[in-house]
């Protein structure tokens, strides 16, 4: 595997998850094979488990890490082409990209959607620029419009929680006061797709993901219908994709509640975290033994170490 920038980028998605199963066991049985390499983790945006986890993964299998957080550390990065810079950005990326990756081995980069510009977001234009410039491998620690590693640990948190053969999946928008990407919501529904399970999406109107990735995946707006007979809950905010990065609604009536869960088959609730408590979901269902949010965020270190060791496997 040259880059990961998708989870098509995985040419086996069942083989990824059982290898990030065995990693969970014996995580330094591979700890050779980054020996001298560096990680370079580049942050447009904040974090706490894409870093921490990704910066474990890397550790677990031998690899330096550098950091840059380019929100207050770096120059502000221009990535247009054949510009005058007489604004705010002080380097080109053509020479932020060169330089970079003389100092390290592989890239992961983080860099959320602006929610302003659809055209420009799907574009990809940081992470599709870095891996223009520079001459290593990029992966994705959250684009505009994906989040593979957050996806391919959700898809190993659900092989370990599940006790059927085709668990009901059910992903439902909930309410945040603030406009949130698509990111999580896309790799999620790309994740499942893949996998044999009886899967619905549920939101409100006018909050429907983008087409082009829910395909036919069937999309109801109520809540309630879709939780019946549940066997894994995946709450997750995002803003309007038809009005862009706009939010419509705040209300408290898509939140998940303990009384909603009575609707499902004693399903398992996951979210990605960071989570509004008494926003996105109650307390009573964020404190209760069938939720999976931590082992979820355990498990990122696990899919970084699958991506890492593929990348470092391809020399
Ligand atoms: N789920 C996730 O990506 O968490 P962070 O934004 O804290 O990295």
């Given amino acids: 595997m040259k880059q990961f920038l998708t989870l098509d980028d995985l040419p086996n998605l069942h083989q990824a998850i059982s290898d990030g199963i065995l990693l969970k066991k014996d995580p330094y049985a591979f700890e050779y094979i980054g020996n001298r390499k560096t990680l370079g983790m580049l942050f447009f945006n904040p974090s ?12 677990q299998l031998g690899l330096k890490t550098m950091i840059m ?19 705010l950005s002080s380097e080109h990326i053509k020479e932020a990209a060169g330089v970079v990756s003389q100092y390290c081995d592989v890239l992961a980069i983080r860099a959320f959607a602006s929610l302003t510009d659809k055209e420009k977001d799907e574009q990809e234009i940081v992470l599709n620029s870095f891996i223009k410039y ?22 190993i948190t659900i092989k370990e929680n599940n006790l059927i053969k085709r668990p009901k999946i059910v992903l439902s928008w909930a309410p945040h006061p603030k406009a949130l990407p698509h990111a999580v919501g896309n790799s999620f529904v790309r994740m499942v797709k893949q996998l044999d399970f ?6 409100p109107e006018g909050y429907e993901l983008d087409p082009k990735i829910t395909g036919d995946i069937p999309i109801i707006n109520s809540q309630k219908e879709a939780l019946k007979g549940a066997d894994f809950v995946y709450v997750k905010n995002w803003s309007s994709y038809s009005n862009y990065g706009k ?4 209300d408290e009536e898509w939140m998940l509640t303990k009384e909603k869960m009575k609707i499902t088959n004693n399903a398992k609730f996951m979210h990605c975290l960071p989570v509004r408590r008494n926003i996105v979901a109650s307390d009573d269902v964020l404190d209760s033994d069938d939720s999976l949010v931590i ?16 990348i470092l496997e391809n020399g």
């Fill in 198 to 203: 009886n899967f619905i999406i549920t939101n």
């Fill in 69 to 87: 957080n380019f929100s207050n550390e770096s120059w502000n990065l221009e990535f247009e082409d054949g510009i005058r810079m007489g604004g």
């Fill in 134 to 155: 520079s001459n290593i491998p990029v992966i994705n620690m959250e684009s505009a419009t994906s989040h593979p590693l957050q996806a391919l640990a959700d898809a």
């Fill in 247 to 250: 939010i419509l609604r705040t």
């Fill in 48 to 59: 706490l488990r894409t870093r921490l986890s990704t910066q474990r993964a890397a550790q």
């Fill in 295 to 310: 082992e979820q965020a355990n498990n990122r270190t696990f899919a970084a170490q699958v991506v890492l060791k593929r």
